[in-house]
């Protein structure tokens, strides 16, 4: 039923639409040993911590970072850039003055980035730039940080989002010479669900 109805949603959205499908099927919570909830998180890891997930997730400076192979150095992003206590640049400038909303795809190598909700920094509890995989995962199983959410609604939360064209879809296809975040959105939600099956461990 949730999958007949992702197809029709992505069959009445424009030509061009970055929206991503997939399934959150949990396993028995209890039923993935600590040793694969372990494994299962480094992989959850390595997709949050890339720079097209982390650069956006940030600190209570609002300033989000440029980072990855397609910058020389690792630092804050050019122009001076500053979210403001709003996290949308409303303050300055928004961050949706080059960071676009559309359902176009941007795949020219100078296209600016599309999404197809409006762009934003995420919440300043859910900092992920310049933190350890422990610290990461502390944040992700705390509700009080996480936006109120179990294991099985972070998995949700994804599968939503991507299916709306937002920001998970365009972390796994950014379009562009930009390196998208590894792996593909049902692995990651797989692995979400693996880990929060296994009871949310954290490495040490």
Known sequence: MIRAALVLLSLVLPAGAEVMTSVVAPPQEGSVSREDGLAAWDRVHAVV???????????????????????????????????????????????????VTSSAPANGSNDAPAAMIDWQLAPVDMIWFGQSSAQICAQMSDPARNGGRDWIQLAEHLRDDAAHGGFVAWGFAPGGARQPAPGDLQSHIDDVLKWGAAGQPCPE
Do not use: F, K
Not at 54 to 71: K, L
Not at 90 to 96: D, S
């Open 49 to 99: 911590s890339h720079p097209r997930c982390a650069n956006c997730h940030v600190r209570a400076d609002n300033i989000p970072m440029w980072s990855g192979p397609e910058y020389p150095q690792t630092g804050p992003h050019g122009m001076n850039i500053d979210a403001g206590d709003s996290r949308i640049g409303a303050e300055t400038l928004p961050c949706a003055t080059c960071h």
